[in-house]
């Protein structure tokens, strides 16, 4: 399974780009809003780090400034990756952008229907939000497993699923079981993702009993 940080958190993209996690960003204009970062400019500093894809969303609302928009962010950097809402018109941008070979993450996917539309519109990645699907009181897990079975079906469907609005490491361990391509990871997920607290009381015993020997490795 793909990692993408699901933020512009430069520090956080950097330090676990060390341990080999980063294979990707993905950001939306939320993140960006939130950040205070220039647009832009935060996106051409990420790809400038992250050689995966990095995802940068339209804000127009119509397929033909989608476009504008779309052609605009791709120029950026040769890395990133154009977002678009899964509505008609961010389907058409999806199809026209994608025969232009510009990579294209559908966002705001909630079935598995629509899902099914952003493979056929050529997108790169489909984005189906877990969270939120989460907060209505369903298993948005279930939204995972049946986009995977889709896809399964028609091998002509090369669409990676983007598991996003992924809130904790549960998530992350039922999405990968799910055979989700990619899981999208806000900083604070990923950092949980190694904890365990028999690995801490373990390695403090170990620690204790090895310096009851005296020895040094060095
Ligand atoms: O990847 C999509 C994500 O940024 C949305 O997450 O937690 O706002 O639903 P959330």
């Not at 629509?114 to 939000?129: E, N, T, Y």
């Not at 995977?148 to 361990?173: M, Q």
Request: charged fraction near 25%; glycine fraction near 6%; charge should be negative.
């Amino acid at each position: 399974m793909k990692f993408f940080i699901d933020s512009v958190d430069i520090e956080a993209i950097k330090k676990f780009t060390l341990s080999g996690m980063v294979d990707g960003v993905t950001t939306n204009p939320s993140i960006i809003a939130k950040s205070g970062r220039d647009f832009k400019e935060v996106i051409r500093e990420i790809c400038s780090i992250v050689p995966g894809p990095v995802s940068a969303e339209v804000t127009a609302t119509k397929a033909s400034q989608m476009i504008e928009e779309g052609e605009v962010l791709s120029k950026l950097a040769k890395n990133v990756t154009v977002k678009v809402p899964l509505t008609w018109d961010g389907l058409e941008a999806c199809k026209r952008l994608a025969d232009q070979n510009i990579m294209v993450n559908v966002t705001l996917c909630f079935s598995a229907q629509q899902a099914l539309l952003a493979a056929k519109a050529g997108a790169a990645f489909i984005s189906p939000f877990i969270g939120r699907l989460d907060d209505l009181g369903e298993d948005g897990m279930d939204l995972i497993k049946d986009i995977r079975a889709i896809y399964d079906n028609y091998s002509n469907l090369k669409t990676e699923i983007l598991a996003a609005s992924i809130r904790t490491p549960d998530h992350v361990r039922r999405a990968a079981i799910l055979g989700a391509d990619v899981s999208t990871l806000p900083p604070t997920v990923l950092e949980e993702l190694a904890i365990h607290p028999l690995t801490d009381k373990g390695l403090k015993a170990f620690l204790d009993d090895w310096e009851k020997t005296g020895q040094n490795i060095i």
